[in-house]
């Protein structure tokens, strides 16, 4: 069965860096494209980047735009989010979710369990 | 960027009785590239329906998506008692983007 594992997170002081991972199993990792989507406390979802099956396009939300670089190794089965310059408000459970493209859109078919990134100080 | 809203805030209701939530975008979403997942406490959220009113896989039939343009509506017909979540929109861009309404909690009257 498709499995998403996320890794990496906890307490970090405003202006650091931190890397998750996403140990994906029961597909094919590399045919799928790859998301991460955030959620603050207590808050709704918001999405953050996108890897392109291949790793040939990426793109991410503006508000991290210049921080944040969304990565994959195929050959691991794994998807990366490198956060640099972190702020409070990057404060979130973070979640990685595999696309379902089809001609009805782009949509996230499975999630992962979430790893909590804390920024302060 | 379109920005969806979702009403009402809240919804009580009883077990048994049905559900209309309502998703409102600010600009037409192109296609009807529109979905609705629900979450329950401590989960990821869940996919139940893609394309404005496809069904994903597994999801039971009391759950339905219907709308077009601006205008959609995720409906439970018999609501269980694991149905009781918060519930969001999402449409896609093709930017591309990706957005979210602020959701819509389904609560126990």
């Known amino acids: 069965q498709v499995q998403l594992v996320e890794s990496g997170g906890g307490v970090v002081q405003p202006g650091r860096s931190l890397r998750l991972s996403c140990a994906a199993s029961?597909?094919?990792?590399?045919?799928?494209?790859m998301h991460w989507v955030r959620q603050a406390p207590g808050k709704g979802l918001e999405w953050v980047a996108v890897?392109?099956?291949?790793?040939?396009?990426?793109y991410c939300a503006d508000s991290v735009k210049g921080r944040f670089t969304i990565s994959r190794d195929n050959s691991k089965n794994t998807l990366y989010l490198q956060m640099n310059s972190l702020r409070a408000e990057d404060t979130a459970v973070y979640y990685c979710?595999?696309?379902?493209?089809?001609?009805?859109?782009?949509?996230?078919?499975?999630w992962g369990q979430g790893t909590l990134v804390t920024v302060s100080s | 960027e379109i920005v969806l809203t979702q009403s009402p805030g809240t919804l009580s209701l009883s077990p048994g009785e049905r559900a209309t939530l309502s998703c409102r975008a600010s600009?037409?979403?192109?296609?009807?590239?529109l979905g609705w997942y629900q979450q329950k406490p401590g989960q990821a959220p869940r996919l139940l329906i893609y394309?404005?009113?496809s069904r994903a896989t597994g999801i039971p039939d009391r759950f339905s998506g219907s709308g077009s343009g601006t205008d959609f509506t995720l409906t439970i017909s018999r609501l269980e008692p694991e149905d009781f979540a918060v519930y969001y929109c999402?449409?896609?861009?093709?930017?591309?983007?990706?957005?979210f309404g602020q959701g819509t909690k389904v609560e126990i009257k």
């Open positions: 890897i392109w099956f291949d790793g040939s396009s990426k």
């Open positions: 979710a595999r696309e379902l493209r089809n001609w009805h859109g782009v949509f996230f078919d499975y």
């Open positions: 600009q037409s979403v192109s296609n009807n590239y």
């Open positions: 999402q449409q896609y861009g093709s930017s591309p983007e990706w957005t």
């Open positions: 394309g404005a009113s």
């Open positions: 029961g597909f094919t990792f590399s045919s799928y494209g």
